[in-house]
C-alpha cells in the first residue's frame, strides 16, 4: 500500500518510533543488492519529502556502495517488519561526516532505540532523501 510521503498517518509514524531491527538495501558495484540489518530512524519534515537516518562506520560495505554511486547518490531502500506489519522506505542516499549531522543523526537513534550507541570516531551518517513510502501497519 502506497504511503502519502507529504502526509503519512499516525500508524504509520508510530511503527517507525518504535524499536525494530531494520534493513538497508544498497546496490552493489555489479548492480546486485546487499542487505544488512541498521538501526534507522525516519524524519517526515525533513528535506522535500522527508529524510531516514542509518549511522555506520566509514568503512563499511553499505557506506562504500553508497558512495560508489556519486554526488547524486545511490538508491536505496529501508524496511522494517514485525509479523504482518512491515515498512519500506525508499530513496537516494548520501554520506553526511560533519559532526552536526552525525551527532543529529545519533541524538535521534538514540530517542527511537532507547540507548546511546557505543562511541566511534569513524561514524558518518547516511541520509536517504525519500522518494517514496509503502506499507501495511
Known amino acids: ?6 502526509d503519512p498517518d499516525a500508524s504509520y509514524l508510530g511503527f517507525w518510533r518504535e524499536n525494530h531491527v531494520c534493513t538497508l538495501t544498497t546496490p552493489r558495484p555489479d548492480g546486485t543488492p546487499h542487505v ?29 556502495h553508497v558512495l560508489a ?10 524496511c522494517q517488519v514485525s509479523r ?3 515498512a519500506t522506505l525508499e530513496g537516494r542516499a548520501t554520506v553526511r561526516a560533519d559532526p552536526e549531522s552525525v551527532a543529529d543523526a545519533v ?3 538514540t530517542e527511537r532505540y532507547g540507548r546511546v550507541p557505543r ?7 547516511i541520509e536517504i532523501a525519500l522518494t517514496r513510502a509503502m506499507g501495511r501497519v
Request: proline residues 9%; hydrophobic residues 40%; charged residues 30%.
Open 1 to 6: 500500500m502506497a504511503i502519502d510521503l507529504h
Open 36 to 64: 544488512v540489518p541498521v538501526g534507522a530512524t525516519y524524519d517526515p519534515e525533513g528535506g522535500e519529502r522527508g529524510i531516514a537516518r542509518v549511522i555506520a562506520d566509514k568503512h563499511s560495505r553499505k557506506v562504500s
Open 69 to 78: 554511486a556519486g554526488p547524486e547518490g545511490a538508491r536505496v531502500a529501508l
Open 84 to 86: 504482518a506489519r512491515w
Open 107 to 109: 541524538a535521534r537513534y
Open 119 to 125: 562511541p566511534n570516531p569513524d561514524r558518518v551518517v
